[in-house]
Every structure is written in structure tokens, then in C-alpha cells.
């Protein structure tokens, strides 16, 4: 009886289940999070899901080498948990793993469509008066004085762009591919309009930066093809984006610490001339910790305990959060995604890629512990898969199918 409940057949639907139960939840809890509403049981939520993504993976076909792997990767998350005391990379690498067999567009449709309405719901009781503002007057600290930016809800503009740009890269792989020029003008004007009202200037690059090479792909379809495009990728992120970190939390520590990063002036000047215009979020590395925990001589092979504060740069999150080494992972890991993007001629999740990793240098919003705002791990779960399984591995399932 066991063994017929057992099956291939009905462990991989359990499986899928038991990951889309995990994702609904993830989702869920993000939205109250996104909202103005409290929610103190967080960390027993996300030991839920954890739960639930880890009993996924166990009922997964595996082979030997991908056992050894996914045991590697769960011991990582668990060092690093004992070290840190932060479980998100154990969640993120059993959440990778359990994704491994999904529908990937179903999930990012189902994605896209529950934070769609969430969404909408959010603004909606807004400006009902039920929770949450329509708009805040506050003076930004941005050397324009009080301004008058709308949240709609969302508690902060650059929320509400940020779950907009969330959309629009959803919406982009679901339906980039064939939609028409109409869909692609109606996308360009709501978020044109979104980003007026917010004046969030680090998001309304982005989104323009996107939307651009977006069309580009849509109406020269055959660049999906040209590998060269995909190794440059690779050179931006994560290598540039690494590199640009480093300078800014070096040449932070140099400034507020006196601790030497370099003599040359001229990268020291240029990017402190930045400073005024990304809103100090340099300085945020120094002073938006207790520890000062962003600047460089700050950063930990693996982030000790007590390194929980919040600054705006996603990138050097990453280092203060995690450490140097589960970092280093991270930028490999996109490195394969990108592989496997070009392997699969597949320009879209690449554009996605470059546009997130270009927006976390200045932008945190996807360095969290809510996996429900990272959408775009369910793109990597199925293609880190595909590549372990299918091509480093070339599991006994993939000989099999070839055989027949």
C-alpha cells in the first residue's frame, strides 16, 4: 500500500504541493509585510515553510551526486545559521532545491497574478482610509526640501516602485516573449505614471533601463542567440556590481574610520560626488549600524551574530548579513544562472538578472528575508537544476529518457 502511495508519480505531485503551499505562504507573509499591518510571528512562519520545502526535497527523485550536493548545500545553511543565527540561506537553498521540478511559468503566473491582487488590495484600503496612507509629506533628506510622494499604502514610495518593478519583471517573462507593441506601450505608460508619483529616481532608471532592453529583445528576438552578450553579462554581474561595492565600502571606511583603502584620488572623488545624489547611502554603510557593519574592514567570512541592521545598499547587505563566503556563493550561482540563460537562448531571465543586480547596488529590497519578494528564485531553481541534473551530473533520468 505504501509503495503504491509512493510512486514517481505521486511523490512529485506531493512535492509540487507541498512547494506551492510553501510559496502561497511566503507570498502571504510578504504582503502584510509590504502593507502597514504587524505581524509578530514572523521567524515561526518562515520555519513553516522551511518545513514544508525541505519535506518537498526529500520526496524528490534524487541521484547520488545530487544527494552529496543538496547535503553540501543544507550543511552550509546550517553553518552558516549557527554562526549568524539567520536561517535565510538554509531557506533559500532548500526553497532553490525544492523548485527544482516546477511548472516555472505556471509559478511565476501564480506569482505574479496573487501579488498582482495583494497588491491592489493594498492600495485599495488605503485610499479607503482603512490602513495605511495615500501619500507622505516629508522632507527625504534628497537637498529638495519637504516634498509630497505618494505610498498608496505601501508605507514608503520606494516600496510602492519597488513592488511595481517587481511586477513588470514578472510580467516580462510570463508574457515579454510575444506580446505586442500595444501591451508594451500600456506597460511603459503605467509605470511612467508610478514612477512620477513615487519620484523614486533609483527605481525610474531601473524600470527605463529595463523596459528599453526589453524592447530591444522583443523586436531583435535573434540576440537571444548571440552568446557574447551573455559572457558581458557575466562581467557585469556579479563582477562589476561586486567591484562598485567594494570601492563604496572601502572608500567609506577610508573616510570615517582612516583605516587606508587607496591612493587614488580619483576614484575617492568621483564616487563621494555621488554620494550627494545617491542620498548617502554611502555614508548609511558607516552610520545606519550600531557596528558600522558596511564598510570593508567590517565584513566577515561569515557574518557573526548581531549583524541585523538595515542599510540601503543590497549588494553590501549581502556582505554585512551573510559574510564574504556565502556571498561569493551567491555571485557563482549567478554566474550559472547566466549559463544556463545562454544555453537556453533565454535573453529575458537574463535581462531580469542584469536588471536586478544592477538595481541592488543602490537598492535592498531583494536582499531579505521575505523569499516571497524574490520572484526571481523560482527562475533559479529551475535552472540551477537543470544545470546540476542535466548537465554536470547528467543524472541517470536524463540517460534514460535518451535511450528511448
Known sequence: MLAKLL???????????????????ELLIMLVEKSELSFPYESYVFRLTFLLTFLAVALMKHDKKELVLIAAAL????????????????????????????D?????????????????????????????????????????????RYVYGFGHPNTLLGCVYSLVLMWLFIYGEKASALLYGSLIVVSGIVAVITKSRTGIAMLAFTLVLAVVIRVF????????????????????CILLTVIA?????????GVHFTDIGFIIKKFWRLEKRLN??????????????????????IAGR???????MGWARLFYWYGIIPTVVIAVL???????????????SALIVLSLSLYTIIEATFVTRYLGRDFFLLIAGVYLGYFFRDILFKSDDMKDKANV
Open 280 to 301: 548617502y547611502r554611502m555614508s548609511n554603510l558607516y552610520y545606519g549600524v550600531p557596528d558600522h557593519g558596511g564598510i570593508l574592514s567590517n565584513w566577515k567570512l
Open 306 to 312: 548581531g549583524a541585523d541592521g538595515y542599510f540601503d
Open 7 to 25: 510512486t514517481d508519480e505521486n511523490r512529485k505531485k506531493s512535492a509540487n504541493l507541498l512547494f506551492y503551499i510553501a510559496l502561497t505562504i
Open 249 to 257: 565600502a572601502g572608500c567609506t571606511m577610508q573616510k570615517y574610520t
Open 334 to 348: 549567478i554566474i550559472v544562472l547566466l549559463y544556463v540563460c545562454m544555453i537556453k537562448k533565454d535573453a529575458r
Open 104 to 148: 516555472l511559468k505556471r509559478a511565476m503566473k501564480y506569482s505574479f497574478y496573487f501579488c498582482l491582487s495583494g497588491y491592489i488590495v493594498i492600495a485599495l484600503l488605503s485610499v479607503i482610509g482603512v490602513l495605511g496612507n495615500v501619500a507622505l509629506v516629508a522632507d527625504y533628506g534628497r537637498s529638495v526640501g519637504v516634498e509630497t
Open 221 to 240: 528576438p535573434s540576440l537571444s542567440k548571440v552568446k557574447v552578450l551573455y559572457i558581458l553579462e557575466m562581467l557585469v554581474t556579479p563582477f562589476l
Open 75 to 102: 550543511a552550509f545553511g546550517v553553518l552558516c545559521y549557527r554562526i549568524s543565527g539567520k536561517n535565510d540561506i538554509l531557506r533559500i537553498f532548500t526553497f532553490l532545491a525544492a523548485a527544482r521540478d516546477i
